[in-house]
Structure formats: C-alpha cells, structure tokens
C-alpha cells in the first residue's frame, strides 16, 4: 500500500471517531439532568439558623421525609440537639385530631432526618421543636397539605434568604387560614370614647374579601363586685376588602378586643388582641400568625394574656424554667418495733415430763446458746437412757447404738447429757435442757414442778440482734418506695444516733379501716436500743432520680384538669394543660403539656387566669 493511500485512510478515521464524539456529546445534551436548588431558603428562628426540606417537594398521603439542616448565626452546624416534628390534621366534626410525628435523628453534623406519614388528604400544620442546651428552645409552624407542594412558613421564624418555597409576599401582617388582615386603632393610642377600628380582608391571592361578616368586641374583665363591661364595635364594609367599626371603652384600663371573621365557604375565624387605653397599638394574642415578613410569633392557643412590663410589676409575676430535678424525698411514717420471725425459736419436748430446776426463771433473762433451760424428769425419757446404755455394754450392732443415740437426741438430750451418761453408766431421774439459740426468754410458761404433755410450749427466746420496724404508708406513698431502699429509724424519746436499715419487704395487702400498708424495715440492734412494741419515727429515702419538674405554686387545679401559664414570648402568656406525677421538696412532676426549659409563671398566676378564662370562655377550664 502506497503512503498516498495511507494518508488518505487516516484522514477517514479521525473523520469517523470526530462524527462519533459529536454524537455523543449531542446524545448526552438531550437527556434530563435533576439540578439541585444551589440557593434554598433558610430560616432564624432565636440562635438557630435552619433549612427545611421536604421529599417528595408535594406531600403525599404515605412517607414523606423532612431533612433539616440546623446551623448557628456563625453557620457552623449545631451537634447533639433534640428534635422533633409532628405533622396534624385538626379535628373536624365528630373525627378527633390525628397526628404524624417524625423520628428525627441526626445522619450527619447538624443535619437531621426523619419521616412521617399522614394517613389522608388534607391540611397537616406541621410543627418543629428545637431544643439544644447552649442554643434554648424553638418551636416553628409550618403550613403544609398533602398534594400541594412545599411548605409555608406560619410561626416562630423568620425566612432570611434563598428562593425555593419563598413564603408570599404581602402588605398585611396578620394570618388565618386563608386569610391575611390587618387591624388598626384610631387614633393610634386607644382613648375613653370612640375609637375606629380598621379592618383590612383579603384572600390568599391578594385579592381583596368584600362579603364577610365581622363582629368585634373590646370587653373589660370583671374586678371584685364589678361585673365585666362590654364595647362592641358595629362592623360595616367600606370597600375593597376594608372594614371600619366604632367602639366606645367607657373607663380606662386593658380592654382585650375579640373578632370573629365569618368568609363564606370557610370555618369562622376567632383572633384576639391585647388593647388597653392609653397605651400605642395593639398586640396579637391568639388566633393568628405573623404573615409580614417580620419575626413571626409563635400561634398562641385560647385564652393568651397579654401583659406589658408594668402590668406584670403590679400583679408581681414572676417566671421559672422547666427543668430535670432531683425528685427523691424522704418519705416519713410511725413505726412499730416488732420481733424478727426468722429468729425466734420455741422450746417444747416431745414427751410427756415434769420439770425440776428452772434457770431461765424470768421473762426477759438473756441466755446464749447451749445455756441450762431447766431439768426435766420423764419416764419414757428414763426408759430410753437405760435402753441406750443397756446396748452400749452388751457391744450390740453399731445400727441398735446408733437407734438408740437418735433417739435421745430427737428427745432434746445434748451431745454434752450424753456423753455424761455414758461416763456415769446410769440414767440421770432428771434431764438437762439447754438453749437452742442466743437470745431473751420473752415467753415463759412453766415453774419447777409442773407437768406439761409433749408438745406444748414452754418457752419462747428471740434473737434482738436485728429487730424489725414496720411502717404504715399511704397508698398514694406506695410508689416512691422500692425493696432495699435506705431507711432511717429514730426513736423520739431517746438521746441516740439514728439507726440505720432498709426496707426488706412491702407488704402485698392494705389495711381495710386505715387504708394503709405496712412496710418493713430490717434494723440492726446490737445494742438493744429498739424493744419490741416501741414507736418510732422512720423516714425513708425514696430513688425517684431526675424528672422534669417545675415549682408547686406554677400549678393551676381546676377540677381534675392542671393548668401553668408559659412565656412564649411578646409578653404573652398561653395556658398549657399538663399532667403532674410526684411532688418533692417544693417541686411537681411534669409529665406531659411542657417541655424542659420552657418559662412558666409561678407568682400572679391565678389573676392571670382569671383573665385567661374570659378570653377563651369557661369550657376551656
């Protein structure tokens, strides 16, 4: 093949691979590519900065998952925070409220991933909590539905930048359902005699809401003898989504102001507002959100109060932090000394006989064991030494002697009486009995010279080394106590130390006319400072260990319902109802409504809710 021709093949294959790399890349420029959002939108919400991400983008009824990625106004992830997401559908008619929550757990620095489920279509108001020990406490809503896609920001932050699910935009600042508003006083600074309240309407396309029907009314609390007085405002439509009303306070002091908003098609809406004379504006309390763009506030539930610095100065509220205590307390009780039933020992013979001597001549007389008791003569007894030694000095089988020995021995004859016997080489008339323990004689029923039949008892010795005390505890009581927990015995008449024991057993029985149960505590008692039927004082020390507990005085009882008022910020307080368990040393046991590090009102509580009852009406307590 000549160069010539060589050339010309080369030039057709570098032609060929050139087709053939543009085809590819032609190829490879038609196939779909799923770009990620390089400028998502983040959140602040208090220390926290955070995005919030949904998968699928529109929700479904089934899994859906969340990814939050959680950062500090640095940017640098935050580690080791406790997270948790619930997704609720409000209930509706007869159906009760159903809830989603998703297991958040972190798979990575700062991010954190969980999923949830919702079990039908329609509105799921999602709800974060964020709580880490440096950085406090968030809770953020979201509005979220199945088949819409994204999420809207409701409350508790504030979007600071990115593109993708950008909350809209609006001129009104207030929010709820579908509905923005705005609400104003004129003038400004709320006066004795008429005022104009200003209502702005528009749905969630901006466009403005001509046919609802409001109704407001500023109503003062009652005080004392002094019934609550009312300033309603007549409501009437001046176009294009715009409201105007008259109210007329007839004193000065707080006149919360309440409107419902009845929107054809929709579920009435109930918002109230903090609204006092002589001070600027009004404040949101409950039944809306934040739509402006501004710091959102965290949707406050029925029968918010609203209190500004000097209101709280006059009623003296004072606030505390939810937090994990140190439950355990000492449980305190009467107590009976009372003989330990493992170490009493009753003396009886299994003949019939009569005594002779007696040396445990008294009851109470110390006696150790192996001691003399007393001597007794019996003729079975008698009968029994001859027979024993009869077969001792005819050399009789080993298995007769041995008979013979048991017997005696079964007969309360010492090792000791018969090795006497055997180097005496006659039966004794009468018998040495001697002590089975160390002990007292507490019982003792015989003299020299009476007759008993084999079974009766004739002395009874106990062992007061260890005694026992039994307690009787309230049933409410029973549950702070556990089987070898400390205890404390103090006996109030005497100038001793306090001896110390443990509970050895409860009893699995109460008493039917105390309404009691008895508790036993095993006591060491060497030196016979506890006597048998002596009170005492016993104080046990319950293991409760850590639980979130708050001050006793936070707690509002209304029937068999619980209420505490949490700070949830802008001086508003929001009833919470909770569930309380054990109380200790001034504290009580939460153990469900509240949250740890959660601010509560422990002074001025109850004119709190004397307010709070009005705004969200009596079935609320």
């Known amino acids: 093949m000549t160069k010539r021709n060589l050339f010309i093949l080369l030039i057709i294959g570098v032609g060929i691979a050139g087709a053939i790399a543009v085809s590819s890349i032609l190829l490879s420029n038609d196939k779909p590519e799923m770009a990620a959002d390089s400028n998502p939108v983040r959140y602040k919400a208090g220390a926290y900065q955070f995005g919030l991400e949904l998968s699928p983008s529109t929700p479904i009824v089934g899994e859906n998952t969340l990814v939050l990625t959680l950062q500090d106004s640095n940017g640098n992830p935050i580690e080791n925070a406790s997270t948790s997401a619930i997704a609720e559908m409000p209930a509706m008619g007869s159906m009760a409220a159903m809830q989603a929550p998703a297991e958040m757990t972190e798979t990575a620095p700062g991010v954190y991933k969980g999923s949830f489920e919702p079990a039908m279509k329609g509105s799921w108001p999602l709800t974060l909590t964020v709580n880490h020990e440096e950085f406090g406490k968030a809770r953020v809503n ?102 105007e009303g008259t109210f007329r306070p007839s004193m ?198 009476t007759a008993h039949r084999a079974g009766m008892t004739l002395l009874r010795l106990a062992d007061l080394s260890e005694v026992w005390v039994e307690a009787e505890l309230y049933e409410s009581e029973l549950s702070l106590l556990s089987e070898g927990m400390a205890a404390s015995i103090q006996l109030p008449h005497a100038r001793i130390a306090p001896l110390d024991g443990e509970v050895s057993f409860i009893y699995p029985f109460a008493d039917r006319t105390t309404r009691t149960t008895k508790v036993r505590v095993q006591v060491a008692n060497p030196e016979g400072a506890l006597k048998p039927a002596m009170y005492t004082e016993v104080t046990l020390q319950s293991r409760a260990g850590e639980r979130l507990a708050i001050p006793e005085e936070a707690v509002i009882i209304s029937g068999q319902k619980r209420y505490v008022f949490e700070d949830i910020g802008e001086g508003r307080l929001a009833p919470r109802k909770v569930e309380t368990g054990l109380r200790a040393n001034g504290f009580v046991e939460i153990l469900s409504g509240l949250e740890e590090n959660d601010s509560i009102v422990t002074s001025g509580n109850f004119l709190i809710a004397s307010e709070s009852r009005l705004k969200a009406g009596i079935d609320q307590w």
């Not at 609400?183 to 209502?199: D, F, H, Q, S, W």
């Not at 749905?203 to 109503?219: K, M, R, V």
């Not at 192996?370 to 298995?399: C, I, K, M």
């Open 252 to 449: 000065e002091g707080s006149w919360p102001l309440t409107l419902e908003i009845q929107v054809p098609g929709q579920a009435p809406r109930r918002v109230s507002f903090d609204l006092a004379t002589g001070r600027k504006g009004i404040q949101l309390s409950s039944g809306a959100t934040r739509a402006d763009g501004g710091e959102s506030m965290e949707m406050a539930p029925p029968g918010t109060v609203t209190l500004d610095s000097s209101r709280r100065q006059l009623i003296g509220v004072k606030t505390a932090r939810t937090e994990y205590r140190d439950m355990s307390r000492p449980v305190r009780a009467v107590g009976t000394v009372a003989y330990d039933e493992t170490r009493l020992a009753d003396v009886s013979l299994k003949f019939d006989a009569w005594i002779g001597e007696l040396y445990a001549d008294y009851v109470g007389k110390p006696v150790k064991k192996g001691d003399p008791l007393f001597t007794v003569y019996s003729p079975d007894l008698y009968a029994a030494q001859q027979e024993f030694l009869e077969l001792s000095r005819r050399n009789s089988s080993r298995g007769l002697l041995e008979a013979a020995r048991k017997r005696l021995l079964l007969w309360n004859m010492s090792e000791i009486e018969i090795e006497a016997l055997q180097r005496r080489g006659s039966p004794a008339d009468y018998v040495l009995i001697r002590a089975p323990m160390t002990g007292v004689v507490v019982t003792k029923n015989i003299v020299v010279g």
């Open 142 to 243: 979201f509005d979220l539905a199945t088949g819409r896609e994204g999420m809207q920001l409701s409350s508790g932050a504030r979007a600071i930048g990115g593109s993708k699910g950008k909350t809209q935009t609006t001129e009104l600042p207030y929010r709820a359902g579908n509905i923005r508003f705005s609400a104003e006083v004129l003038p400004e600074t709320p006066r004795v005699g008429p005022n104009t309240l200003a209502i702005v309407l528009r749905d969630q396309d901006g466009n403005p809401i001509d046919d609802a029907s409001i109704t407001a009314i500023a109503e003062m609390p009652a005080m004392g003898t002094m019934p609550a007085m009312r300033a309603p405002a007549e409501m009437a439509s001046r176009g294009s989504g715009r409201y």
